[in-house]
């Protein structure tokens, strides 16, 4: 008579999914971080409890002025970007930019899962210990009375930012990149962690291959 174990609850059981499939997104990343060659190098002025953006791109010169702008004045410190063979002078004004750090691809963007495999290799190199958004060409991180509160910080456990200014505080667009813990919410659940949870609109938290199977960002950024 064989005993076999008893299963496993289905919670454990999407938890071990979960860690297996970030695990596979994680050595993914790593692979196609090779794809990637620096154009303009600036991640050595990163500065500790700055707030990253990154993005790929194609071919977006008429977007690039009003969204660099916009998420400057929404608080972001540094922006780190892939161009994907842009053709319309993208590459060259991002290079001229002094907060931003290019990387170039003439590789599939598709093959990348849509360039979030190039996303997720920037974020795991250079995201740890900072807040990060992730976004395209054509969105753009606003909150609930935006134009009057300006730059928004991410909340901290009491929900404010700090400094005494606007804090974001729900996990629609920001993700929180720890380093060394694994969940940025100290163990809590999703629903109960909005106080440390990024972002400026409702969503939902999501698997991230660089975080814990329950924590993430919107949209599932790299599921």
Request: aromatic content about 6%; charged content about 25%; overall charge positive.
């Amino acid at each position: 008579m064989i005993l076999l174990p008893p299963p496993l609850p289905p919670s454990a059981l999407r938890r071990l999914r979960l860690g297996w499939k970030r695990l596979r997104l994680l050595d993914r990343a790593r692979r196609k971080a090779r794809e990637i060659v620096p154009l303009a190098d600036r991640t050595a002025l990163i500065r500790p409890g700055d707030i990253l953006a990154v993005a790929v791109m194609r071919n977006e010169a008429l977007r690039l002025s009003h969204w660099l702008a916009h998420h400057r004045r929404m608080g972001v410190d540094r922006f780190l970007i892939v161009d994907n063979g842009s053709e319309d002078g993208t590459r060259e004004r991002l290079m001229a930019e002094p907060d931003v750090s290019l990387w170039s691809t003439a590789a599939s963007y598709r093959a990348s899962r849509f360039g979030m495999d190039w996303a997720n290799a920037l974020l795991g190199r250079f995201g740890r210990g900072h807040w990060c958004l992730t976004l395209d060409a054509d969105e753009l991180l606003i909150f609930p009375h935006w134009e009057e509160r300006g730059p928004a910080r991410p909340a901290g456990p009491d929900g404010s930012d700090g400094t005494g200014g606007p804090a974001l505080s729900d996990d629609r667009a920001l993700s929180r990149w720890p380093a060394g813990q694994r969940r940025a919410a100290g163990g809590r659940s999703a629903d109960r962690a909005a106080a440390v949870r990024p972002a400026g609109l409702p969503g939902r938290a999501t698997a991230n291959p660089w975080l814990s199977a329950e924590s993430g960002g919107g949209r599932g950024r790299g599921c």
